[in-house]
């Protein structure tokens, strides 16, 4: 099946920092990206969809200033949690759709 | 807005066991997907159902999709520690292919 990669699995920021995060479609193109916050115990959340060449769309109550979303090319999504805080400490999954939606490993954040 | 509801939140069985686990929308499902999560870890997808009455069956995991396109089922026949896990239900929630998912039933198979 479809792979989709994740950098870094994993980062540990202090408070006020920005923090970017890689999604990758290593053998598909996709045009579409979805990037998903899970807190601990609960479900997928989706945070908005990423768009290839234009402007991501974001779901009710995700700030878009503080989560930037650059869809720069067909295989290649970044988040960028800017000024990161504590409560934004959460793991986060992209996903991409061939067919299927095949989901990256996942990015654990932790802020101090 | 579409809820996808699942059950029940937590399981613990023995291994050998049989076990299901249900998942119920409050609309139509056009797009019904499984996956598998491990705690801190991606999704594995598992199976996707669209049609009313669909069956898909995987090793020893079988999905079932009612007719009336509401409600899923997974069943793991003969349960063993490797499935031990989050199951995930999801569903098509726009045109564009993002997904809605429900809270997850976390799995723990007792050797």
């Known amino acids: 099946g479809a792979v989709v990669s994740q950098h870094p699995s994993w980062v540990i920021c202090k408070s006020g920092t920005s923090v970017k995060i890689e999604c990758r479609s290593l053998d598909f193109q996709a045009t579409t990206m979805f990037w998903y916050r899970q807190f601990p115990k609960q479900s997928l959340m989706l945070m908005a969809t990423s768009n290839e060449g234009s402007k991501a769309t974001y779901e009710q109550g995700v700030e878009k200033d503080k989560f930037l979303i650059n869809h720069a090319s067909l295989t290649l999504s970044t988040l960028t949690v800017t000024s990161a805080h504590p409560e934004d400490s959460s793991f986060y999954i992209c996903s991409a759709r061939a067919g299927k939606q095949f989901f990256g490993p996942g990015t654990r954040l932790t802020v101090l | 807005s579409q809820e996808l509801e699942q059950s029940p939140q937590s399981l613990i069985v023995q291994e050998g066991k049989n076990l299901t686990i249900n998942c119920t929308s409050s609309?139509?499902?056009?797009?019904l997907y499984w996956y598998k999560q491990k705690y801190g870890e991606g999704l594995i997808f598992l199976m996707m159902?669209?049609?009313?009455?669909e069956e898909k069956s995987h090793e020893k995991i079988t999905a079932k999709l009612d007719e009336k396109k509401q409600q899923s089922s997974l069943h793991i026949t003969a349960s063993q520690p490797s499935h031990a896990g989050i199951y995930l239900c999801?569903?098509?929630?726009?045109?564009?292919?993002?997904?809605?998912f429900g809270k997850g039933t976390k799995l723990s198979v007792k050797p």
């Open positions: 159902l669209q049609k009313g009455g």
């Open positions: 609309k139509t499902l056009y797009g």
């Open positions: 999801g569903a098509d929630k726009g045109s564009q292919g993002n997904l809605i």
